[in-house]
């Protein structure tokens, strides 16, 4: 007999959590699944040395509960993955969440049974389970991209992923190590990486934009500062476009419109200050290309003044705009090329052409390792839905529906696939924002939603074909102002070959939340309730 339950929740990371608890407080009986050993999701799998959130520690953290915020102390300005992962298992101990967490078990499909309006949800545990809702916490950065390079399965050395790494610690001393990919997870873990392996060879297709983390320990005085003002900052970044930074500087000018001696002087004290926000310096970096290109070489000229070897400094400098990649941040990244165990490799110039049982061949070289670090990311914000057999009304799957790239409406719903909810899905914020913002915004409007369906007595509830087409015109309307549609970026899902390209986020957290207000207030526009 199938288990019944009135929500399923697929995936216990940030969303997850949050998810069950808000459920279980307004009366549903709620399960959620997880693939993995224990909860975190993101930061559960991401165990690569360095890995560290490149938001705030103090923002990007829950908001939910006053008494939580005070009585967890952040250690650093970005927390590693240790210290958040630690945060979320804190979390699920707190609210009592782990008798509702299915850990090792694996969600293999969804199909929504027409005549009792109704899921089938099973696991790779042979289980069957029944519920009215189905919320997909999959997170967006959840399935690892390994890339189908020639003879990449014959290495005889190790091989690793970031975003699979193992639990225990990986030791690289003495040995010669390859890694492949210059994306956040690169470029975090190569100082790290360089600091402990006798050689390390680095693989880069495209050079990558990094700011300075500065990072640097809280002291309590800081930390008690912060839980004095944190009702303030929370709600700052409620009404910020990318969910945090409420404190930091606003642009206040067009780059254009200053001088270039005004300009040097806001660019050098960003990049003092470290972090992501320095793509904040004027109104205009991720509009107008003119502007984009002196922030740009701003930091072109700064890689230059950090690394000794001019052909190298080349080799590392971006020429796409900078933005259009997620911007990285890094302690040292740059200056890790003036080690003498460290070499790049430029792969636009000779690229891998086959992995061997000994290393790596290029067109233009063999090299030998004793290990091989995939820093290659991810099919990110759809991979891992995409993964799952979804089928909604008449059988019809999601990989169907999406054929030509996601189809939602707000980021939430698909339809054809009722009462099931994507959190942080593409056609939203997500993950041009603080996450966790994105993703409590997300828990608390789809449990007003359903706890009003079982107020009106309904049963159904899925979102209008119409108005998911034009709602992934405007997400793209919106992008087209912008300059992130310029480069092959995983926003595209250009990373991915033979993935449709279609830019995924949505830009602006502030007027997003203020859209799917008015939606429910227009007596939830778009969708269909029955
Ligand atoms: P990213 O940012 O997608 O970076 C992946 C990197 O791997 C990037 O440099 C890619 O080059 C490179 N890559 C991917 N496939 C290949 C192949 N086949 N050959 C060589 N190089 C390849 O993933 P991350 O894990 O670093 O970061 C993901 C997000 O996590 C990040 O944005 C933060 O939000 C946190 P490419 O640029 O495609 O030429």
Known sequence: MPSEFDVVVVGAGFAGLYMLKRLREQGWRAIVFEAGDGVGGTWYWNRYPGARCDVPSIEYSFSFDPELEQEWDWKERYATQPEILAYLEHVAERYDLYRDIRLRTRVESAHFDESSGRWEVKTDDGETTMARYVVMATGCLSSANMPDIPGRDSFEGDTYHTGRWPHHKVDFTGKRVAVIGTGSSGIQSIPLLAEEAEQLTVFQRTPNYSVPAHNQDHTPEYMQAVKDEYRAIRAENRVSPIGFGGRVRPAEANAMDLTPEQRAVELEKRWEEGGLTFLAAFMDVVFNPEANAQVADFVRRKIASIVDDPEVAAMLSPDTYIGCKRLCVDTGYFATFNRPNVRLVDLRKTPIVQITP????????????????????????????????????????????????????????????????????????????????????????????????????????EAKPEDAEQWVAYVNQIAGFTLYTNCNSWYLGANIPGKPRVFMPLFGFNTYEDVCKNVVEDDYRGFVRV
């Open 358 to 461: 000994s290393g790596v061949r290029t067109s233009d070289e063999t090299f030998e390792f004793d290990a091989i670090v995939f820093a290659t990311g991810f099919d990110a914000m759809t991979g891992t839905l995409l993964r799952i057999d979804i089928q909604g009304r008449d059988g019809k799957t999601l990989k169907e529906a999406w054929a030509e790239g996601p189809k939602t409406y707000l980021g939430l719903s698909v339809p054809d696939f009722p009462n099931m909810f994507i959190i942080t899905g593409p056609g939203s914020p997500s993950v041009l924002t603080n996450m966790v913002t994105s993703i409590e915004q997300h828990v608390e409007w789809i449990t007003d939603c359903i706890n009003k369906m079982r107020d009106e007595g309904r049963r159904t509830i």
